[in-house]
């Protein structure tokens, strides 16, 4: 299973981005996804996550200012940033919940994909 993100780069405080992470592989279903991100320096933080029955749940560092969503017919996450602030650089990375086709379950990470956000 593999787990690509996009959607990142330089913006200024205040902008907007939007990433994308498509699981793809041996693929039976998704359970829940998540998008952590990692600062310079810090641990990696959860930021928001989504069921597959679109259950959502967020830091409330980001409530109110970020929103989770999922197409489950692309295997897709998605997490649309609003009011972005320089607090929020670091590399995002997603993670799935997987049940394969011969049912076992694991969870995955992608590589990362870095937001930077300028004052």
Not at 23 to 40: E, H, K, L, T, V
């Amino acid at each position: 299973v593999q787990l690509v993100e996009s959607g990142g780069g330089l913006v200024q405080a205040g902008g907007s981005l939007r990433l994308s992470c498509v699981a793809s592989g041996n693929i039976f279903s998704i359970n829940a996804m998540a998008w952590y991100r990692q600062a310079p320096g810090k641990q990696r933080e959860f930021v928001a996550d989504i069921t597959s029955g679109g259950i959502t749940n967020y830091a409330d560092s980001v409530k109110g200012r970020f929103t989770i969503s999922r197409d489950n017919t692309k295997n897709t996450v998605y997490l649309q940033m609003n009011s972005l602030k320089p607090e929020d650089t670091g590399v995002y990375y997603c993670k799935a919940g997987v049940t394969n086709i011969a049912r076992s379950r694991l969870d995955y990470w992608g590589q990362g994909t870095q937001v930077t956000v300028s004052s």
